[in-house]
């Protein structure tokens, strides 16, 4: 089946700063990426994802890219606020009905 | 807004107990799933099902077992709980289209301690 890894565990940036966290997939056939955002006390909510006839998209000040020759896509959170501390995740699957397998997931931490 | 539901924010329990962790959904949606997020292991697949009365395993499925009787309502039960049950355990839904990428919603979680 398919694996998921994604680093760094945890991460602290300066506020303004930007942020990037990188997953890697293990299963070719993976055509659908979504970040999940998890707010203190809440279930995680979706807040970009990626599919894999397009090698980036942005919203705002989030990013993600995708490399699927390398199998890794990677988030990107520029000009961070104290309102993006939070744990995300990363997740692939094979699109439609299929299920998400998600990293091990990453805490952010943004320093005023 | 899209709202998922679970019975309780926190429970707990004592080894041997049955448990039951309840999930309503009230966006009609045909697929619901249980997660247990753990520290440094992400979250992780117990059961989901895409209709009434269907169950699909997931990734670890021992120890627990599923009901769903009617759309909006994804029940997981434990047996027998066991203090390595101890987890927060997250319901989602989802709707079902298989031409589609489906965003996944998120219940706020049942931290469950077994004793």
């Known amino acids: 089946g398919e694996n998921v890894e994604q680093h760094p565990s945890t991460l602290s940036v300066q506020e303004g700063d930007s942020a990037v966290i990188k997953c890697t997939y293990s299963?070719?056939?993976?055509?659908?990426f979504p970040w999940y955002k998890q707010e203190l006390g809440k279930g995680p909510q979706l807040i970009i994802d990626?599919?894999?006839?397009?090698g980036e998209k942005k919203d705002q000040r989030i990013a993600v890219t995708l490399n699927k020759t390398a199998k890794h896509f990677s988030l990107h959170i520029t000009e961070t606020q104290p309102e993006d501390s939070a744990v995300y995740f990363c997740?692939?699957?094979?699109?439609?009905?299929?299920?998400?397998?998600f990293g091990t997931g990453t805490r952010l931490t943004i320093i005023p | 807004d899209v709202k998922v539901t679970q019975s309780s924010r926190y429970l707990v329990k004592r080894t041997g107990e049955k448990v039951f962790l309840e999930c309503v959904q009230d966006?009609?949606?045909?697929?619901m799933f249980w997660y247990r997020q753990d520290p440094g292991l992400g979250l992780r697949l117990i059961y989901f099902?895409?209709?009434?009365?269907?169950?699909e395993k997931g990734d670890i499925p021992e120890g627990y077992s599923v009901s769903r009787e009617k759309k909006e309502r994804f029940s997981l039960i434990l047996e027998s709980a066991s203090t390595n049950q101890t987890s927060m355990y997250l319901c989602?839904?989802?709707?079902?289209?298989?031409?589609?990428?489906?965003?996944?919603?998120f219940g706020p979680g049942t931290r469950l301690t077994v004793l």
């Open positions: 989602a839904s989802s709707s079902w289209d298989s031409s589609s990428y489906n965003e996944q919603f």
């Open positions: 990626i599919r894999s006839n397009v």
């Open positions: 966006m009609d949606h045909e697929n």
């Open positions: 997740a692939a699957s094979m699109g439609g009905n299929e299920k998400l397998t």
């Open positions: 299963d070719s056939a993976s055509n659908y």
């Open positions: 099902s895409y209709d009434v009365k269907m169950k």
